[in-house]
């Protein structure tokens, strides 16, 4: 987010009883010269919002499944009720290795970089395609439309390509809500330059 669509979600909040739960596991992963604008840095925003984050999405060990959480003493009372009966706590060997990897700050500060070099890349490779490449601000996915492709439904337009191309891609109906099919997928660009090269091949040839 920006720090305009805080204020605007701030003028939203504002005089209601909303709590937010912010979803920031990309704050590190933010290309084009942009800063991640937090709640917690809002001065509104930050005492009625809890904001997660991630450890994995950070330090590339998303298999190991740990993160944080960040949020005034009131809250986090309250969501510290529901976490001791949901995960308790991580395991101590995964926490020191953490704790030791973090004290090199440019590991996670040099991150947008690392990452927009690739998604660049991948764009590029992908101009050659009939996608329809999606505005990518942040994270390491790329989203495309497919219309011009296909006309079957994500999921089994995922299905597909997965079986006849090679490629792997998200649906992305599966995170809406409603379930809405906008014939649009979902690349990961987190790999090698070589595994993306012998992708983008695959894919020219649609």
């Known amino acids: 987010m920006t720090a305009a669509d805080l204020d605007q979600l701030a003028r939203v909040v504002r005089g209601s009883d909303i709590a937010i739960l912010a979803d920031e596991v990309y ?86 970089a690392f990452y927009q070099q690739k998604r660049d890349f991948f764009r590029a490779l992908l101009g050659a395609t009939p996608f329809e490449l999606l505005p990518c601000r942040g994270t390491y996915f790329q989203l495309a439309g497919y219309a011009a492709i296909s006309d079957r439904p994500d999921r089994e337009f995922a299905e597909w390509m997965t079986r006849e191309v090679g490629v792997a891609v998200i649906p992305v109906s599966v995170f809406n809500p409603d379930g809405r099919d906008d014939r649009v997928v979902r690349f990961c660009f987190a790999k090698q330059g070589e595994t993306l090269a012998a992708a983008a091949a695959r894919l020219s040839r649609l």
């Open 27 to 112: 704050e590190h992963i933010v290309f084009d010269g942009e800063r991640h604008a937090s709640v917690c840095g809002h001065p509104e925003l930050a005492a009625r919002s809890i904001v997660v984050s991630s450890f994995g999405k950070t330090y590339h060990i998303t298999g190991w499944k740990i993160g944080y959480v960040v949020g005034p003493a009131v809250l986090m009372a309250e969501f510290r009720k529901v976490h001791q009966f949901n995960v308790f706590t991580v395991h101590t060997p995964s926490q020191l290795a953490l704790a030791e990897y973090m004290q090199d700050a440019s590991r996670h500060l040099g991150l947008a």
